[in-house]
């Protein structure tokens, strides 16, 4: 699959994901590097030893969680941007993921983008906490971005636009906002259905074909729950729009 | 886990939260709504939302009055965060057969000395009012300005904040599965969630109301009846009053964002509480409409769906206390106008528990006028 999409299986990942215990302690270097190439510069630039000698230049890197710090260095000078810093003691609820990022503009500290996943997927409102970009760096800045615990090894980059900011329409036949979608969550709505009801989310043309969605993985968000746990909404009939007068025969729905 | 309430009222719709706010209003703690599903995911969420005074008994025409001058205010007296959505633009009412034009002639004498402001109407006037109708199909018609539509689910939601902000519990998701009864009188009611010892139950759970009640070992002679809906696509304000037709069985409203709204009963229907939809639907109320309003022809359905009337034999509500259980009260059998008597459910049952003087005297509404035969029957029902 990898060598068809690009994108890493989670039997990739189990080989190099660290344990619990070593994700427990701090800022670790996660390596996902599959294939086997002529590059080692990660190796070199790790000053703890931490990734072990290559003996020959083709291997895949070899990392010692135990002895790795979390500092970075061989993440900046990855030529492939595939190592990426987890710091899953950053709060109780948040980790951090630190990502390599060879994109102009870069993002400001302090501002929210939209965090992705490896196949580039949005997952997640991310806050940039930090940009390094000295010249250790050298020109492959490391961007620090908050995101929700259980998503650390699933954000992988991001886009420096914020599509889960309030602002966000997320019904655009009703025009309502993820905002006020936001607002009634905290207000004890529980279920699509009643967020519809109450905000007429879904009750347009469209039938809530986009924001129902939307709508249930805010819920999700916001209670932790799984989306296949959440209550269903209630679809309606007809599945499309159809006229009055082609219903009552005689008339053409165009 | 187990509680203890002093009132308990079974049903989250409009009924059930303007009488826990009421009563919580009066001073009234530890009340408990129990709502099966979400507040007015029943009938009352599922209603066309007009409101009218235009009725042929005069308790109908006192109770509706009495609400409808209610929700006038209701923003401010509910103190509500958003807007229930009031618009009073009127209900224009077709009468299709020489019977019901004759009805609406003592409807209107009898609603004008009861102080409510409708008039009979030729073809002529009626078209004015609504000029794409096909005025060669009614014979006459009655308008009254002061009818309108307001928005079930904020309306709803008014009455429970209110009545949270004064203590009430409101229980979603939490279903009723028994009531207990000792030696004549109410003690708890069983869910699915505990046991709540009560004193006091207030059933009010519109279309369910039937099975309640026998929970309860009372037997009301009220039975479900489906409605169904249609809604189009939203348009630019093309229709100012209700359209509605009970020979023609069919009512037809433009709402305030735009949509028109239209739905009917079959009264030969399974009485099975089936809330699908049905395609046979679709097809009659098509027809229904564009025969009478062609212009509506263009417009898209994009969405229908189905609820209940809770029908009583004499389609007016049953309220007050039973003889057979003591602490056992209704709040049903609103044969489909239950949200526009909420307010003055509210109200006469809050008062009938706490034994006060009635606003408006609702004892000739009591169960037993079924097998006294004292029935008030309603002849202007669709």
Not at chain 1, 3 to 23: C, F, H, V, W
Not at chain 1, 96 to 124: A, M, Q
Not at chain 1, 220 to 232: D, F, P, Q
């Amino acid at each position: 699959m990898l060598e068809k999409t690009g994108i890493a299986t989670p039997e990739n990942l189990a080989d190099i994901t660290p344990s619990k215990d070593r994700m427990a302690k701090g800022p670790v270097a996660v390596i996902e590097c599959f294939q086997r190439i002529p590059c080692n510069p990660c190796q070199t630039a790790c000053k703890r030893g931490a990734i072990k000698e290559f003996e020959d230049i083709n291997d895949r890197p070899e990392i010692d969680h135990e002895k790795c710090n979390g500092c970075g260095m061989c993440a900046s000078n990855c030529p492939g941007l595939s190592i990426f810093i987890i710091d899953e003691t950053y709060s109780d609820e948040e980790a951090l993921v630190k990502v390599p990022y060879e994109f102009l503009p870069l993002p400001e500290e302090g501002s929210y983008v939209t965090g992705l996943d490896r196949e580039g997927k949005p997952v997640c409102r991310a806050k940039v906490l930090k940009v390094l970009n000295t010249k250790a760096q050298d020109r492959t800045p490391i961007v620090s971005l908050v995101v929700p615990k259980e998503l650390s090894m699933t954000v992988r980059c991001f886009n420096i636009e914020d599509y889960f900011s309030d602002n966000t329409m997320v019904c655009r036949c009703e025009e309502v906002t993820l905002g006020e979608v936001r607002e009634l969550i905290r207000k004890g709505y529980q279920s699509v259905d009643e967020i519809k009801r109450i905000s007429r989310a879904g009750m347009g043309p469209c039938q809530g074909r986009t924001c129902r969605q939307l709508i249930m993985q805010e819920l999700a968000a916001a209670t932790g729950k799984k989306m296949s746990e959440l209550r269903m909404s209630t679809f309606r009939p007809p599945a499309k729009p159809i006229k009055l007068g082609a219903l009552a025969g005689g008339e053409d729905n165009e | 886990m187990n509680k203890t309430a002093s009132v308990v009222i079974i049903g989250g719709g409009i009924s059930g939260c303007a009488i826990a706010y009421n009563l919580a209003m009066k001073g009234v703690k530890d009340i408990v709504v129990v709502e099966k599903n979400f507040l007015c995911s029943g009938s009352t969420g599922r209603c066309g939302a007009g409101v009218r005074m235009q009725w042929g008994t005069e308790m109908n025409c006192r109770l509706a009055k009495y609400s409808i001058e209610y929700y006038e205010k209701a923003n401010e007296l509910l103190d509500y965060e958003f807007d229930i959505d009031f618009k009073q633009s009127g209900y224009l009412i077709v009468a299709a057969t020489e019977k019901e034009d004759a009805q609406f002639r003592k409807n209107v004498e009898l609603q004008n000395s009861l102080g409510i402001p409708s008039k009979y109407l030729t073809p002529k006037e009626a078209k004015e009012i609504i000029p794409y109708m096909d005025e060669s199909k009614i014979i006459s018609a009655t308008f009254c300005p002061k009818d309108g539509h307001l928005n079930p689910f904020h309306t709803t939601q008014a009455f429970a904040n209110a009545a949270m902000r004064l203590g009430v519990e409101i229980m979603k998701y939490t279903t009723v599965t028994g009531i207990k009864v000792e030696k004549g009188r109410i003690t708890g009611v069983e869910t699915d969630k505990g046991l709540i010892y009560t004193p006091i139950v207030v059933n009010a759970a519109g279309g369910y109301s039937k099975e309640i009640g026998d929970m309860a070992g009372v037997d009301i002679p009220i039975y479900p009846e489906r409605h169904q809906i249609l809604v189009t696509e939203p348009v630019a304000p093309l229709q100012g009053p209700m359209y509605m037709g009970f020979a023609l069985n069919i009512y037809c409203q433009q709402s305030p964002e735009g949509s028109f709204i239209m739905g009917r009963g079959d009264a030969n229907e399974p009485r099975d509480g089936r809330i699908n939809s049905s395609w046979h639907f679709l097809e009659e109320m098509a027809k229904s409409c564009t025969e009478l309003l062609p212009l509506l022809g263009k417009l898209n359905v994009v969405r229908q769906w189905a609820g209940l009337y809770c029908m009583s034999p004499d389609r007016q509500p049953i309220y007050g206390p039973v003889k057979e259980v003591e602490g056992f009260y209704l709040a049903t059998g609103f044969s489909g106008h239950g949200f526009m008597f909420g307010p003055v459910t509210g109200v006469v049952i809050a008062e009938s528990i706490l034994g006060e003087t009635p606003t408006i005297p609702i004892y000739m509404l009591d169960k037993d006028r079924f097998t006294r035969g004292e029935l008030l029957l309603e002849p202007s029902v669709v």
